[in-house]
């Protein structure tokens, strides 16, 4: 299926793998889950169909698919945490019924301030609608900058964990929909998007390429979600980073990523120690 449509794209599939100094991977087709850890080293290198140029960061140019970014230049020292703000209907239930007290992690943002480290920021639409004061503060602090992840957390294919899907005729409308609730909120949203799950497919890539944004996946699963230990989120995350390298942890807390306020201290003095400046998904792609 998938190369299918990378045919029908026009997309040029290679082989060859990350190489050292090499420039960032934009890649038209991709299915790369957040959840599990992935293996970089076996990523194809494809080549892309579009640059994300634009005013705003990551906002693309007109054309017939979303393009995708997986890391940024091998040759630098920079890497990029970034964290995703999920609320899914069955999250924001357990929400208001009481079961859990919040899904804004004030630890790992207060840990982040504290050690003055740069992220790129992933909100659902309706995380937002849930934080809408959070989301001002996060994006008045010079140390952020705001995407998006979607409106509902809803999958962009029909096989993603177990999130429900959203219709192929929807798609667009979701990811506007939160696009919009973020322009409210931050003047200076990015045109960052992430796909839920880290799913998707040529389809998804199609019918959401008018909405100009780019799609930011990952080459380093931070696991955090149901994490037992934060030890293991920080070898997770500290034995897969390298120069240009995308880290998606979570920044939603609770019950579904309770560690990654405790474990983000380690990862950035061990990642700093190792010489790696640690910098928003914009500074890594320029
Ligand atoms: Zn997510």
């Not at 393009?67 to 999920?86: E, S, Y």
């Not at 995350?237 to 995308?246: E, H």
Request: glycine share 8%.
């Amino acid at each position: 299926m998938a190369l299918g449509l990378a045919l029908v794209a026009g997309a040029v599939m290679t082989s060859c793998g990350d190489t050292p100094g090499s420039g960032p991977a934009i890649s038209p087709l991709r299915n790369t889950p957040t959840l599990t850890p992935v293996a970089p080293e076996r990523t194809p290198t494809e080549v892309p169909t579009a640059e994300p140029t634009g005013k705003r960061p990551g906002e693309s140019e007109v054309g017939t698919l979303m393009p995708v970014v997986r890391h940024g230049a091998r040759g630098t020292k920079k890497i990029a945490l970034t964290f995703d703000a999920d609320l899914t209907a069955a999250m924001r239930k357990r929400l208001t019924s009481g079961k859990v007290k919040s899904y804004y992690n004030a630890e790992l943002i207060g840990n982040l301030r504290r050690l003055k480290v740069p992220a790129t920021l992933f909100l659902t639409g309706m995380w937002m609608e849930q934080y809408p004061g959070r989301t001002r503060e996060l994006a008045a602090d010079p140390l952020f900058e705001l995407a998006t992840h979607s409106y509902a957390h809803k999958a962009f294919t029909k096989d993603c964990y177990t999130l429900a899907s959203v219709p192929k005729r929807a798609m667009l409308s979701d990811v506007r929909h939160a696009v919009t609730i973020l322009d409210r909120l931050d003047p200076d949203a990015t045109r960052w998007f992430r796909f839920p799950g880290g799913c998707y497919d040529g389809t998804a890539l199609h019918e959401l390429a008018p909405a100009r944004l780019t799609a930011v996946q990952l080459d380093v699963a931070g696991a955090d979600g149901f994490a037992k230990s934060a030890r293991s989120i920080v070898d997770q995350v500290v034995r897969n980073a390298k120069g240009g390298s995308i880290v998606v942890l979570h920044m939603h807390g609770g019950d579904t990523a309770p560690l990654t306020g405790k474990a983000v201290e380690p990862i950035v003095r061990k990642l700093r120690a190792q010489g790696y400046q640690l910098v928003t998904v914009t500074d890594l792609m320029s």
